[in-house]
Nanobody, 115 residues
Framework: QVQVVESGGGLVQAGGSLRLSCAAS????????MGWYRQAPEKQREWVAR???????GYADSVKGRFTISRDNAKNTVYLQMDGLKPEDTAIYYC?????????WGQGTQVTVSS
């Protein structure tokens, strides 16, 4: 089985920072990519960022320049450093670990940015 556990959400004022963590474990030794999605109330799930096992990164336009994704492949762990947070970043953030087309999802962690 595969387990994906994320943490680090919370309440922060606009302009502040948070660092999310996501650890994947179980029967799959290495994931080809891991990333983050978010979903705000009454909105569709939005892709935020991804990182491949060899370190290539990608970001949604809405977070470029503010969010940074990083990895520790030895631990199958990814991080999302979120700086310059805005109220519109408020959402449940979900971690996904991908193994050749199959996503394994975390339970989500709430990020709330107050104005």
């Amino acid at each position: 089985q595969v387990q994906v556990v994320e943490s680090g959400g919370g309440l922060v004022q606009a302009g502040g920072s948070l660092r999310l963590s996501c650890a994947a474990s179980g029967s799959i030794f290495r994931f080809n990519a891991m990333g983050w999605y978010r979903q705000a109330p009454e909105k569709q799930r939005e892709w935020v960022a991804r990182i491949t096992s060899d370190g290539r990164t990608g970001y949604a336009d809405s977070v470029k320049g503010r969010f940074t994704i990083s990895r520790d492949n030895a631990k199958n762990t990814v991080y999302l450093q979120m700086d310059g947070l805005k109220p519109e970043d408020t959402a449940i953030y979900y971690c996904a670990a991908n193994n050749w087309g199959t996503n394994y999802w975390g339970q989500g962690t709430q990020v709330t940015v107050s104005s």
